[in-house]
């Protein structure tokens, strides 16, 4: 998993292959949701399920959105095919920072234990973009391993009138990425 984004309507999840080298196998991609849920997931059915028919080849990303997405900028640099686009709102029925998204190698109850990717804990209005230095997926949520993204309009501290209100003037901002144009 490489990146969340959630902000108003608009919500996808980007998985990518991180090898330089070898091809995802169809049917090997299965992100799966736990929504409105936290912690611990063993012997739960995830809530929604979606497994990748495509191979997935050497850095190529896979973007789910949903329906309210003008999902753009999905052309590699060669020789990297170009993103795969895939409609489905139920997968990206993300918000209210209370759901997990995982990779697994199953969509049944044991997918919990049998993940090897997770992010959680994703505010409303943010963007998780994992690190470059985590060239492999991690079965365990680790904050550190995370940029978050967070909302324009939230004051910066000097500018706000509550103390214990605001953002640091250099947090990273969702209009880098929306912005980004690549």
């Keep these: ?16 292959n991180v090898s330089k ?5 169809p049917n090997f991609v299965k992100v799966l949701l736990f929504k409105d849920k ?26 789910f959105s949903n329906s309210n997405n003008p999902v753009r900028n999905t052309t590699a640099a060669a020789p990297t095919p170009n993103a795969i686009v895939i409609e489905n709102n139920n997968l990206t029925d ?7 998204v995982i990779l697994s190698n199953f969509t049944d109850i044991t997918s919990w234990v049998n993940r090897f ?30 940029v978050v993204f967070i909302d324009d ?20 901002l969702i209009s880098e990425i929306t912005g980004s144009n690549t």
């Design 38 to 63: 936290a912690g611990d997931q063993t012997g739960i059915l995830p809530d929604v399920s979606f497994t990748l028919e495509n191979t997935l080849a050497p850095g190529q990303s896979v973007l």
């Design 94 to 100: 993300i918000e209210g920072a209370n759901d997990i």
């Design 1 to 16: 998993i490489t990146q969340v984004y959630q902000f108003n309507n608009e919500r996808w999840i980007e998985v990518t």
């Design 117 to 146: 990717d997770v992010v959680q804990e994703f505010d409303n209005k943010t963007s998780f973009v994992r690190i470059d230095e985590r060239l492999t997926p991690n079965d365990t949520y680790t904050a550190s391993e995370w």
């Design 153 to 172: 309009a939230i004051d910066t501290f000097t500018e706000s009138l509550d103390a214990n209100a605001g953002r640091h003037p250099h947090d990273p």
């Design 21 to 25: 080298t070898a091809s995802v196998n």
